[in-house]
């Protein structure tokens, strides 16, 4: 069982990035899925997450920035995010609420 997580990187302030967490010998469709960030010395903290029926909820930091979706077909949930802030910077990571599966998280970095 392993979910992939991808898409992060090195962005200036204002900038995009969307990343994606794919699920490999787990189906992420029947599951509600979260995205959660940890910042350098900091706890990990909760983005967001979308339920199998679509239902989504953002942490009050992201709202109105990031938006939470998932393709089923491709197994996949992406974390789009757009006007991006130096605080966004930390390591993102995908959740399977259902046993409670993580991806090993992407980096990103928001900075000029």
């Known amino acids: 069982v392993q979910l992939q997580a991808s898409g992060g990187g090195l962005v200036q302030p204002g900038g995009s990035l969307r990343l994606s967490c794919a699920g490999s010998?787990?189906?992420?469709?029947?599951?509600?899925m979260h995205w959660y960030r940890q910042a350098p010395g900091k706890k990990r903290e909760w983005v967001a997450y979308v339920t199998p029926s679509g239902v989504v909820k953002y942490g009050d930091s992201v709202k109105g920035r990031f938006t939470i979706s998932r393709d089923n077909a491709k197994n996949t949930v992406y974390l789009q995010m757009t006007s991006l802030k130096p605080e966004d910077t930390g390591v993102y990571y995908c959740?399977?609420?259902?046993?409670?599966?993580w991806g090993q998280g992407t980096q990103v970095t928001v900075s000029s």
């Open positions: 959740n399977r609420a259902i046993n409670n599966y």
């Open positions: 010998g787990t189906i992420l469709s029947i599951s509600m």
